[in-house]
């Protein structure tokens, strides 16, 4: 893969892109750890400086002491907390950071931290968003950046399309550089692309907004497809790969009790694979609020299941914010005589916020100001809506 011209500038610029003189060796660290520095007769005494210098509890220090048990002296600890103290990472940020990695207090903060944090500004980023990467990714601390590093942003920004999309990920996500492109990436992407005939473009449409679908297990992702067959969902099809996402968000469990929950409702074969093909996402609701859902649209709204079925989108709508307060609206000013215009219930539940206070509520809120109140109730902010009159009239 050729690499793009700002990470490869990157590299190249960053003295730590040279193997030898990047990896973090036991060696090395037991040699430099035993030159300077007073040293310490407790073989423990990194216990009590992570509870002193980190504002560990003594149970976590005892924990997070065992990777330093062969230091000697606090010279490269101290070293490396004031590095990051400098960098603004602050005593909650550094905590997070030793808890998933402690050997980073073994670091030379010159030959390895702070390349590391050039890196990152070379690529781009801000001191903030640096210290967000650093504290969510704090794996980068141990990798190498010509080997590991580089190539895993370059195979996340072709699969995601953008430099922003990967950066915006990296920032915020635990896990986004811990998992092996060899043993994990590439091979969920060759099963999707080769063996199920998924094209690679559908893919990357489901990994910029859920990076982790294509870094799970080989077989866990073999394990999914074969759940999504068995609801009967073509792989050709154009939502497959969002029951997937879907299926993969959720417990087995859960989805199998919301299909014998949807099928407990008289829905055919063909009208259940109708619903989940249009609403994949449906499958991902709990057993108890898609029950609940199905209820009110049933018994309040007074739609039949095959209704439902064919427009199983209301059932990915917030009841509380949006499904019962504009069926109270409507129902409101049916009984009032006002509402002389008619439409599926559907369609005004589709309507955006605006639309629907403004073609709906604001038109009516002198002769009923209940509307109002029931608006207010689901969340609404009144203030934020103006009604135009020449526009929706009573």
Known sequence: ????????????????????????????????????????????????????????????????????????????????????????????????????????????????LAPRFQFLRDLGLSESDIVDAIQNNSAILGLNIHRSFVPKLEMWERLMGSREHVLRHFKKTTWFFSHSVEKRIHPNLKF????????????????????????????????????????????????????????????????????????????????????????????????????RKMEFLINEVGYVPAVIADNS???????????IPRFRVLEMLNTEGLWTRRGKFVYFVKLSNAKFMEKIVLPYKEKVPELLDIMRVAGFRISAYKSNRDDFGS
């Open 313 to 323: 989108r209301l059932l990915l709508h917030s009841l509380e914010k949006r499904v």
């Open 1 to 112: 893969m050729r690499r793009s011209a700002p990470y490869s500038a990157a590299v190249a610029s960053c003295p730590c892109s040279k193997p030898a003189a990047f990896e973090i060796s036991s060696s090395s660290v037991d040699a430099a750890a035993a030159v300077g520095g007073a040293k310490s007769p407790d073989p423990h005494f990194m216990v009590e400086y992570l509870v002193n210098s980190c504002g560990f509890s003594p149970s976590e220090a005892a924990k997070f002491s065992k990777p330093l048990a062969h230091l000697r002296s606090t010279e490269k600890p101290d070293a490396v907390l004031n590095f990051m103290r400098s960098q603004g990472l602050d005593g909650a940020g550094i905590r997070k950071v030793i808890s998933s990695r402690p050997n980073c207090l073994c670091c030379n903060v010159e030959a390895n």
């Open 192 to 291: 999707l692309t080769d063996e199920c005939g998924i094209p690679e473009e559908r893919v990357s449409m489901i990994v910029k907004s859920y990076p982790h679908f294509i870094a799970q297990k080989p077989e866990s992702l073999r394990a999914l497809i074969a759940r999504a067959d068995e609801l009967g969902i073509p792989r050709h099809s154009q939502m497959f790969m969002c029951l997937l996402r879907s299926l993969h968000r959720v417990s087995k469990e859960t989805v199998e009790a919301n299909v014998e929950l949807l099928r407990s409702f008289r829905w055919s074969e063909s009208e259940f694979l109708s619903a989940v093909k249009q609403s994949p996402n449906l499958l991902s609701l709990s057993p108890e609020l898609l029950r």
